[in-house]
Structure formats: C-alpha cells, structure tokens
C-alpha cells in the first residue's frame, strides 16, 4: 500500500511554518528579555505578547488572557461559564473537541443547523423562543471547522440581537480569521458588540505560527478575564512564558506577517486544486470552495455510506474524518476534508483515491 | 525606602539559569527535529524527551506523561484520583498551591506533622487506625516546600508499608530532587516500590533548567499514564511541543548537567550565607539547615507574631511568605525563607532588614 495521504488532520504541512523565522525568534527572545522568558510570570501570559494582542484588538491588557493554545482557553471558559444541565448552543457541525468537552462537563448539548452563511439564526430563535435558555452559544465565525463555512455579517448582527434579547454569551472562536485568502474580512461579533458585553472571543497562533508553539488566547470583559486568571494561578502557575516570548519576538520582527502571507498563498492553490480534482474525479461531491482556513465540508449523494468509505478509502492510503465525528446524529453521507496538511502534489493523487474507494462502495448506496 | 528584598517567592535568580545554554538549545531544537517542534504532537508530551525522562527513570516510555509544568500534571491527577469528600493526606505544613489545589475539589485534607526528617509516620498511622482510609497522600520528600525538611529513608519504607496496608497512593512530589548540595541521594519511593503501583512520581525542569519553560511530568502505571492522557487530550490537545524540544536538546546537549552544578553551588553558598546570617543577627530563630532545595523554614519564639513581622518587615524592605499560608490552623510564629532568588550580597542585607524589624515589634511578643 502506498504512504497515506492525510485529509484528516487539520494541521499545516511542515512547509508552510517558518522554521528560519522561529529559530531567530527564539534567539531574539532569549536576547531581548532574558528574565521575563525564563521565569514563572503570571497566568495572564507573557505581558509583552499580552500588550502586544490587546493593541491588535484595540482592547485594554486587562481584556487579555494567553493561555497554552486556544483549547485550554476553551476548557477555562467552559468551567468559569458552563455548568452541568446548562444549555449550551453550537453550530451542527461543529468541532468535535468542543462537542465532547461539553459533554464531558454535563451540558445540554443544542445543535443549531449550519448554512453556508453561518448558523441558521432563524431556527435558533425558534429554540430560545421554544423557551431554551443557554448559558453560551459557540460560534466558530470564519472557515468553520468542520464545514469552512463564514458566517455572514447580517447573521452576526442577527446574533448579537439574540443574545441581548435573550441573555447568553457568544464565544467566538476565531482561530482562522487570519488566513483568508478571497473574499473580505468581516468584522468580528467582538467589534460589532462594542463592549456590550456579550461576546467572548479566542484566537490563536497554531495556523499562523505553528501548532506546537501551543499559545492561545481569550479577549473578554476584565471581570471574566480576571476570574479565569484565578483558575488559570490554580491550575498552571503560569502559562510557557519561553514559547510566548518567541511568539511575541515573531509578531514585532514582521514574521507573523510573513508567515501569514505563505500560509495564504500555499492555502489557496490547495483549494483550487482540491476543488479541481473533485469536479472532475467525484463529481458526485457537493461542497461549499472555502475562503479560507483549513477545512472543506463534502456531502455525498443521499444514501451514501461514508463509513464504509472511510475504511475502503483507508484501503486505498488516503484519510479523512466522517462526518458523523462533528454531530450528535446523522450526517452518514458526509466528511470533512483538511488540506492544510496535504502539499499540492498530493492533491490529485489523493482526490484519485478517494475517487476509487466511492466508485469501489456498493452500488445499493 | 531600598528595593525589597525578596525571601518570598521560590524562583531563580536570574544569574543561574543558563539563558546562552537555553539559546543554543532552542537553535539545536529547531534544527535536529523541525517536525516535531512545530507539530501538534499528542498529549503524552514530547516524544524524544518522554524516552529521555523514561530512561533516566528506568521506566517504559508509556509510564511517563510530560505536561506543562508539574502543577498541571498535579491538576490532572488529583482530577483523575480524588473526589469531593474524599480524605488526602498531606504534610503539615505543605505547599500552599497543593492545600488550595485539594479544597478547591472538596478534598477532605488531612495534615500530619512533618518532622526534620519527614512526616511524622506514627501520627499517619494513628489516623489511618482510627479510620481514615485517604485517596492519595501527598509528599514532597526532599527539601520539602515550605520546610526545606528532606524524609528519611526509613521513613520512605514505613510510609510505603503503610500505603500497601490501607491501600492508598502516595503522590511523591519531587522536583526539588536533582539539587541537593550536600548530604547523599536517598532511593525515591518510586524506586523503593519496584513497580508495586503504590505510587505516582512527579517532577519537572523548573528548577535545573528556569521555571518559564513550564515542563514538569508524571511517572506511573501505564493505566494510569493512559488515563491522565485522555485527560489531557481533551484538555490542550498536547503541551508545548517547542519548549519540551528545547528542554530535550538541553538535556542530550549538556546543558542540563552544567546547570544543575551551577544552581548546587549558588544555593549551597546562600543557605550557608543565610544561616550565618541568622545566627548572627536573629539568634531567637530556630532552623534545619537544608541539604538543597530552594527553601528554609524559620521558627520564632512561640508568641511571636509572624503578621505582624511580615508587615514590618515589608516596612525595611523585606519579604517572606508566613507560615500559615501552608497551613490550616497554626504557626503563627513560623514564616518560610525563599533563599533560591537572592544573590549572596542581598543576603546579609536582607535578614540585617528581618531582624531590625522582629525588634521593632511590642515587647508583648
């Protein structure tokens, strides 16, 4: 069998990450702030890299938490704001970390259809109005992970409304919204809110940066920042003061926005190539051409198995993740594709596979 | 009034910690293992230094979990081993973040009276004849925080008997271990135990390599280990896969020896400094004169009013942490000296400013 090509992993190819430009970050790190790079600081992160967010974001440091990538920002938020039987809404599909994070906290799990343009505000007011109070609703806005859908401004405007109407928290979880590379940046629900309140926001550097630097952060009200300071002192000490020194490093000597640029660049041929190879080799696919991210979302004709594509697909060296990974129920003909991980020339080849694995099903699909 | 002194906080000066090594560790990093450095990796930690950790323990690679710092691997296994009301013995006194770490699950802690050679094994004994059957029992057992007190190696065997007899866990919490300055290495527990499952060993680089690094690690059964990487994987994906490949490159390179004999002969000048300096100016004192680690623990005159001394001393410039913040009730005539963040000029100066303020307190002392 020939080496597996990986759709799977929503994880950049080695190289799109500026190895050069981290080597020099870290020695530019250690130079510029030995002291603060290599003692315990505070759990409210590196305070450079801190200064540095809240300046991007036109907030106060005091609105800031950087944490050990955006997951473990995630698991703070969750403990601070979510408790068992609370209900919580999230995109159907949606990550499925955050599905079996809230889960495992005891959460009344309330998926929300997603459209090509973001949640299906129409159908979540139905359910507040059907009296569901959640505690949160989690809004992945850009390139969505699973489906690489962007949430359309009306509907961010649409969601605020509700969640001043109805007294939940957005968290906007926002880890692609770098890495456009057609169409316009909206503006984040963050902005829009405008300090109202109603929004807590999380970002990262694993797509622009790397994923094994692992820092993240929160940007919300200083009350809610300082409480999960509190649980952050009690569960770390401090988050990796050295990595967030040579993130900081990479931000101010311009290699953020170089890498951005590659990761661009390198994202978009993939895309047009994936999209390529599908119309040509599984017609059959439906799907939406992303705008950026790393994820594509593909359903297959009704009926199809994608579970017994998965293992056929495997029998042919190229992976994926089923769709049913980012639900709670159905979803049995999709399956969502990264090419984040996958360089051009693998593309077609990969596409081919796949191809060959859903023409090898059995007919009675 | 001078720049306060600090006998508080338990962290480095800045002139032992090996930044140009730490440098050259980060170029070595990124250079030997690019992939690996930048990936996600799995929550096990890093492998390369996961094999190393394993080796130097003598363990298999699987017994071992590397996390960020060894507070979250602290976090992870009291998530895993305690429930709310369940008994947890520690040390009394112990490390403020353990006590706090335990109440805040609703552990029903139980402090045993730590003696100069290590808790006191009868007093556990009586506890557990009269009933108490304890989850876990945590112990720091060389230079303990906030005491400095190192067990005993008859202890070591009498508190693993004790845990075979009833049935508990002892959590060996070590990461002072490498930088003993005088006096021999006793057998960890770990070892004493022969794979007996009675314990789980936690250590970290935060005092041989600088505390921003944050890796620390746990070693245990594999069903254990595998379980606390669920637990992980669920919480931050994997931890800093950067700074773990430093930290590796630190330890293949050399640097890790080179700088645990830095930091040996620094804070064996200081507590040398340090308890000339006591028995100098504050004879009414009452200390063990530690064999490593970063801390002392100071006892005054039964009366004396250690809140009052603090608030008089930071008038000097001068700080400590008092005794009862490792405590449940007690020891208000006892405070801890940090003797690992002063350099040995600081040093006369520093207790000269202590003294001068336990002078100053009313007679009634």
Sequence with gaps: MPDTISFARGAPSLDIVDVEGLKAAAQSAFEHDAAGATGYGTAVGYVPLRAWIAERHGVAPEQVLVTNGSMQADAFLFDELVRAGDAVVVEKPTYDRTLLSLRGRGADVR??????????????RELLEGGVRPALAHIIPNFQNPAGYTL???????????AGEYGFTVFEDDPYVAIRFSGETLPTMRELDAGGGRVVYASSFSKTVCPGIRVGYLVGSPEL???????????????NQVAQAIVHRFCVDGGL??????????????????????DRELPEAS????????????????????????????ERGVSFVKG?????????NTLRLAYSGVTAAQIDEGVARLAQAYRALPVAR
Tied chains: 1, 2.
């Design 152 to 162: 359309s401004e009306a509907k961010r405007h649409a969601l605020l409304a509700l």
């Design 225 to 239: 920042i300082a409480a999960i300071a509190r649980r952050a002192t009690n569960t770390y000490i401090s988050p």
């Design 257 to 278: 926005d170089r890498s951005i640029a590659t990761v661009k660049a390198a994202l978009a041929e993939r895309v047009a190539l994936l999209t390529a190879a599908l």
């Design 324 to 332: 049913t990974d980012f639900l709670l129920e159905g979803g049995e």
């Design 287 to 314: 799907y939406v051409a992303p705008e950026g991210g790393y994820f594509m979302w593909v359903e297959l004709p009704e009926g199809t198995d994608v579970a017994a594509l998965f293992d056929a697909a495997a």
């Design 111 to 124: 998926m929300v259809s997603l459209e090509a343009d973001g949640i299906d505000v129409d159908e979540l």
